[in-house]
C-alpha cells in the first residue's frame, strides 16, 4: 500500500512510499501484543519491594500473656504479626519480574501494533530533515504544519540523530526513537506516528 510524503511545511510533496503489507496490513493479535506490553512493563520493574518478618524485628522476646483465657487471638512476642508494629506475614520479597517471550512473538506483536496505527490512519510520512542546532520552537512549527499538534507523537528516525532528539526532548507530548528501539510499547502509547521517509524502508523489513 502506497502513502503520500509531506514536507516539513506540511505539503503534499507528490512523492509515494510503500507500506509493506506484511509489516502494516496484517490482522493484528491481540494477545501477542498484550504478552509484549506485559513483558516490558514488567521488565522495567526495579523488584526491591521487601517488608520484615517477624524474624527481622527488633524486640523483646518476652510472651506477653497466656496462652489461653485471654478472650483474643493467640500471640507470643511482641514481634508477633497480630500485634502493631509486628512482622509482616507473606510480605514482598526482592524478586525478578521478568519473562522470556520469543523473537518471533515480540516481531508480530510490533506488526500488528504498526497494523492498528495504519487502520486508525495515524501514521505520517515525512521527508528526512534535521536541524542545525536542537531548536524546540523548530520542531513543533514542524508538528503545527503538519496538522498534529494536538496529539502525543513519537517520531521515527533511521538512526540516531541528536539535533532531532534534543529538540523534542522538552516536549511532553512527543517521543523520538530510532528504529532499532522501537517496540510495541512505544507504538501504542502515541497517537500518533511520525515516520521519516528513511525509516520505512528499514520498517518494511520489520
Known amino acids: 500500500m502506497e502513502v503520500s510524503v509531506y514536507n516539513i511545511k506540511g505539503e503534499d510533496t507528490g512523492k509515494k512510499v ?5 509489516v502494516f496490513g496484517i490482522e493484528p493479535n491481540d494477545h501477542v501484543i498484550y504478552l509484549d506490553v506485559k513483558q516490558y512493563m514488567a521488565n522495567k520493574r526495579q523488584g526491591t519491594a521487601k517488608s520484615k518478618e517477624r524474624s527481622e524485628i527488633t524486640g523483646s522476646t518476652r510472651k506477653l500473656g497466656r ?3 485471654g478472650g483474643g487471638a493467640r500471640r507470643g512476642d511482641i514481634k508477633s504479626p497480630v500485634m502493631v508494629g509486628g512482622g509482616r506475614i507473606f510480605g514482598p520479597k526482592p524478586r525478578d519480574y521478568s519473562f522470556k517471550l ?4 515480540k516481531a508480530l ?3 500488528s501494533a504498526l497494523s ?10 515525512v521527508e528526512d530533515f534535521t536541524f542545525e542546532a536542537p531548536k524546540t520552537k523548530e520542531f513543533l512549527s514542524i508538528v503545527k504544519n503538519l496538522n ?3 496529539k502525543k507523537l513519537l517520531v521515527v528516525l533511521p538512526e540516531n540523530n541528536d539535533m532531532i532528539y534534543l529538540s523534542a526532548r522538552n516536549l511532553q507530548r512527543a517521543d ?3 528504529v532499532s528501539e522501537l517496540n510495541t510499547y512505544k507504538i501504542l502509547d502515541a497517537n500518533h506516528l511520525v515516520l521519516l ?3 520505512v524502508n528499514a520498517l518494511n523489513n520489520f
Open 116 to 125: 492498528y496505527k495504519l487502520i486508525d490512519e495515524a501514521i505520517t510520512v
Open 109 to 111: 506483536a510490533r506488526r
Open 102 to 105: 520469543n523473537k518471533k512473538e
Open 197 to 199: 521517509e528513511s525509516s
Open 67 to 69: 496462652q489461653k483465657g
Open 148 to 150: 498534529i499538534d494536538d
Open 18 to 22: 510503500s507500506l509493506e503489507e506484511g
Open 176 to 178: 523520538v526513537t530510532t
